[in-house]
């Protein structure tokens, strides 16, 4: 059942009830008969509630719509579309597209000019946001025509988005005197204050950093991500992909701060040569997201630090817990796992998740991991001192409390260990300090074991993607003080690092002399190329190990990567039109020598067609675990379909019912 339109809007429903409107569709150009707002204007204060954070602060009437008064503008129906738009789009693109709307029912006028926002800038957000509004089977607005109420460059236009990037600029700030460029100043970071330091950073090595935004907070915050490579800003064949997750509760703030500090190490220990580093960033490409809850932070910190509350900040800034938000996917495959020959691996998000109220944080995760091949990924909380791995749910959802391993359990230890086993605190011996009931288990843990819940992140990464994701409690305090946080840093700099190294490879030089592609070495595993007798990738090919009932996927360019303990391993490769190829892989305790392993695969000539391993059923929902991986864009994310009658208005036209005769129905697509 839908939720009502918020009690606020039904005076301002009324009041645009009441007002004079004109059909969009009244002209050729698809909107308002009238001409624009003239050359030669007169300003007066901008005095609109949601438009007050725009770059400007003086408008003219009449506008571009032709509204003729605030008043005519606040009783619009563009304007309550514009008040409610972040609702009914879940915070995606939010405040992008109320920035721009703003630009066009109050224009900017300074100079006694009526300027114009720019054309480039509605079509690059007009491109990013159309599956938002196709997901809810709204038609994208009219008053947002890039072609009629928006101008060119050369034209003078400016960009309503400008302001977006005040203050986030890359801007020098001296260090105390006597430190040199590469000290790290062990403090807490407001958001802006974070921008900053990883935009710096990325510019102080721009030949193998740079940041970008995986999409927006609900309140309209970036989440930002320094990424680090040999060739930033794309994938490279065979080189492995590693998340680093922080702030996901918005009061658990350590690993936010961990991943600041560990953004500039990286940066300057390679300007300074460090071979480890210079090695590690050369070989691997690492991503660090040192918040994902930055509204839930805003919460936290004006309590401040050393705070005693458990749960003020925790949640977004819808009031979800983003570690219960995503797809429960886990109960998905206890029901599969009752067939013997099933495998799990890719199970599809059932169409009824979109149902409810999924964070514009949690799409955006989802759409990351959709756009690069993670294969590593830790996210980094607070509360307690110990690593936890998948599953997180019981295989019985009644028991609060039961080991719930997924079939990948001795590489999940192996990755929690390689945290655990070089972080101080956790191999202290005593049993009083923080995290001292896990010392007879060495600080690792089953997630179910701990405590059982469901929508966690680690387990969708596991059971949606190829990626291995663990969580690591940093410690009891969740907002630690200052003071604390350089002791902080020195427990978990080395287990941050050798965790991401359990996917370093070495270069094979000898195969760059002979002019082929760059052969590598995982550290835990196996990698290489799945392709077809004439040399061409094959995507989506399946990657089997027998005794593991868990299956990963190759990459657009055919290559994969597949974590294992150390052992004989028997690996199948496959996709459907080729036949299968089976190869014995030996993975010794030390990786030093043989780890790539590649796959030709061979057509199938003529014949029935062939399955591949498991029984020949239809899986409810298309979720089967023989099923093709859905491509990125088979459904928006996010998309809120939910079965309607034949001809009946999608669930969000209830928001504007109010307006009568005035409702708008430029809106609909039908």
Not at 15 to 27: I, M, S, V
Not at 127 to 132: F, G, I, N, R, T
Not at 592 to 613: E, N
Request: net charge positive; proline share 7%; with cysteine.
């Amino acid at each position: 059942m839908r939720t009502p339109p918020p009690p606020l809007l039904f005076a301002m429903l009324v009041l645009a009830a009441a007002r004079p409107w004109c059909e969009p569709n009244t002209d050729a150009a698809g909107g308002c008969p009238g001409t624009a707002a003239a050359d030669s204007a007169t300003c007066v204060d901008l005095q609109l509630q949601t438009c007050s954070d725009a770059s400007y602060n003086q408008t003219t009437f009449p506008t571009l719509l032709e509204h003729r008064s605030r008043a005519a503008v606040e009783s619009s129906s563009e304007y309550i579309l514009l008040s409610v738009l972040h609702h009914l789009l879940e915070g995606q693109c939010n405040p992008d597209l109320r920035l721009l709307g703003c630009a066009v029912l109050v224009p900017r006028c300074e100079g006694g000019r009526a300027r114009r926002p720019c054309r480039h800038v509605c079509e690059a957000l007009r491109d990013a946001c159309q599956p938002a509004f196709d997901a809810i089977d709204m038609a994208w607005p009219y008053f947002l025509d890039c072609g009629r109420y928006f101008v060119g460059q050369e034209e003078g236009c400016y960009n309503p988005l400008e302001k977006l990037r005040g203050g986030l600029d890359v801007v020098e700030e001296a260090l105390p005197s006597g430190h040199p460029p590469t000290v790290l100043r062990f403090t807490h970071h407001s958001y802006a204050q974070m921008v900053r330091v990883l935009k710096q950073t990325a510019a102080r090595c721009t030949h193998i950093a740079k940041t970008y935004s995986i999409g927006r907070s609900f309140d309209g915050r970036d989440l930002l991500v320094i990424e680090f490579s040999s060739l930033p800003g794309q994938h490279e064949l065979m080189e492995p992909e590693v998340k680093l997750i922080g702030n996901i509760h918005g009061n658990e703030v350590a690993g936010r701060e961990m991943l600041i500090y560990l953004a500039q190490y990286l940066c300057s220990e390679y300007l300074l040569g460090s071979a480890r580093i210079q090695r590690l960033l050369n070989t691997t490409r690492v991503h660090l997201l040192p918040s994902m809850n930055p509204d839930g932070y805003e919460v936290a910190a004006a309590e401040g630090a050393g705070y005693n509350g458990w749960t003020s900040g925790r949640q977004n800034a819808q009031n979800l817990d983003l570690n219960r938000n995503f797809p429960d996917l886990t109960s998905e495959y206890y029901r599969l796992a009752s067939a013997r020959s099933m495998r799990s691996g890719r199970i599809a998000i059932p169409q009824h998740y979109w149902w409810g109220k999924v964070a514009p944080e949690t799409k955006a995760i989802m759409k990351w991991m959709r756009t690069i091949p993670f294969v590593l990924s830790a996210s980094l909380h607070g509360g307690d001192l110990v690593v936890s791995y998948p599953f997180d749910f019981s295989k019985h959802p009644q028991e609060e409390k039961m080991f719930s391993p997924t079939p990948d359990e001795k590489m999940f230890k192996l990755l929690a260990k390689a945290y655990a086993d070089v972080h101080p605190m956790m191999m202290d011996k005593s049993e009083n300090r923080c995290g001292g009931n896990f010392l007879k288990k060495g600080s690792v843990i089953n997630g179910a074991d701990w405590y059982s819940f469901t929508g966690g992140m680690s387990d969708f990464n596991y059971l949606h993607s190829n990626c291995f994701e663990i969580t690591v409690e940093l410690g009891c305090v969740k907002f630690p003080a200052e003071e604390a946080l350089y002791t902080i840093w020195q427990h978990n700099k080395e287990p941050l690092l050798n965790f991401v190294e359990m996917v370093l490879h070495e270069d094979d030089s000898s195969a760059r002399e002979r002019g082929r592609t760059k052969i590598s070495l995982v550290h835990r595993g196996i990698k290489g190329v799945v392709m077809d007798k004439f040399g061409k990738p094959v995507k989506n090919a399946r990657i089997l190990v027998k005794g593991i009932r868990h299956d990963i996927t190759t990459a657009p360019d055919g290559d994969y990567w597949r974590l294992l303990p150390p052992g004989s391993h028997i690996v199948i490769a496959q996709a459907p039109g080729y036949a299968k190829v089976i190869k014995k892989v030996t993975i010794p305790a030390r990786m030093k020598s043989a780890g790539r392993v590649d796959f030709i695969l061979q057509p199938l000539r003529i014949g029935p067609k062939t399955f591949l391993l498991g029984p020949r059923r239809s899986w409810p929902g298309g979720a089967g675990p023989h099923r093709e991986p859905e491509e990125p864009n088979q459904e928006p994310l996010g998309a809120r379909r939910q079965p309607a009658a034949g001809g009946s208005k999608p669930w969000w036209w209830s928001y504007f019912t109010s307006l009568g005769q005035h409702q708008p129905r430029w809106l609909l697509k039908y």
